[in-house]
């Protein structure tokens, strides 16, 4: 594994399993590969597509299994389009959504207000009961 994996799964240590990993060599403990879910790799600092695939096929090696997002390695632009695709012909679903929005958000991106896009993850995020309309 990388140099720059193992940093990344050093940095979420302290946060998934209460530990402060060793300066120097070291391998991730089974317990963090468990904890370890394709969102935390997405919002790592220094994890980017490459290292977070690396992460999830040693993973894979060591007998973990990190679902991999449906967006995985797409283009924000791509995403929107497949939504868009998908919506039309009546096959989007809340996860699709919920998952467009988070990546929209983390790159920050303005063609949905990034305001407006952190209210609708607001909203398929819990239980959100709209009043009825009068």
Known sequence: MSVRAVNVLKELAPELIEQNPPKG??????DL???LTARHLATAR????????????WARTRGVSIKVPL??????SEVWRSLAA??????????EITEALEKSIRRKSVRIPVAFQII???????????????
């Open 86 to 95: 998908r919506a039309s012909d009546g096959k989007l679903t809340r996860a």
């Open 33 to 35: 590969l468990r904890q």
């Open 71 to 76: 967006y995985g390695g797409k283009s924000l």
């Open 46 to 57: 220094n994890c980017g597509p490459q290292t977070a695939r690396e992460i999830i096929e």
């Open 120 to 134: 609708l993850l607001e909203i398929l995020s819990s239980t959100y009961d709209p009043p009825p309309f009068t």
């Open 25 to 30: 060599a070291w391998i991730p403990p089974d």
